[in-house]
């Protein structure tokens, strides 16, 4: 794991990168989106949360206009961002925003995809701590089923999905 200097560090040559580009291409250009998401990501990280909301809306927009708002790449961003507003206790948003991103990637890329996986699993600890349990490990089933075939029993994700299933019961 990152030290906060370290996470401070990225941060800054990070927005020092995408200023410059934003200079070149212009402030609202298709290729800073995946710079901003990683900003977003860093804010998020340090703490920032409306920061971190701000970049990622921002990323989501850009990656929008130049993929469409079914693509894999916008559900990344919608899944950040729930991340976001789990983190600060909005459990309606993150909710929402992890039912699009799924839907999205299901869609888009089939139903035992990693990045489904991935959704599903943030799903889950949205509706834990929403209260339904039941719907936590169904979704962490999923993602565990999903995580098993591609990364095996000893991979951390897979270690770490399968405790937080075991600890539902």
């Known amino acids: 794991m990152a030290s906060l200097h370290d996470l401070r560090t990225q941060r800054a040559a990070l927005e020092q990168t995408i200023e410059v580009r934003q200079r070149e291409l212009g402030a609202d250009h298709p290729d ?12 998020h990280e340090l703490g920032d949360m409306m920061d971190a909301q701000a970049l990622l809306s921002r990323a989501l927009a850009l990656h929008t206009e130049r993929f469409g708002a079914e693509h894999p790449e916008a559900a990344t ?12 206790g909005d459990f309606d948003g993150a909710y929402a925003a992890f039912e699009r991103a799924l839907a999205i990637d299901e869609a ?5 995809h990693i990045a489904v996986a991935r ?11 929403m209260g339904d349990g039941f719907s936590a490990k169904e979704a962490l089933d999923w993602a565990l089923s999903i995580f098993m075939k591609e990364y095996g029993a000893d ?11 075991r600890l539902l019961g």
């Open 155 to 165: 991979h951390p994700t897979t270690e770490s999905v399968a405790r937080n299933r």
């Open 32 to 43: 800073l989106a995946d710079d901003l998401r990683a900003l977003g990501r860093l804010a």
């Open 119 to 129: 959704d599903a699993n943030n799903l889950a600890g949205v509706l834990r701590d």
């Open 77 to 88: 961003d919608i899944n950040h961002l729930g991340l976001v507003l789990h983190d600060i």
């Open 108 to 112: 888009a890329l089939g139903r035992e």
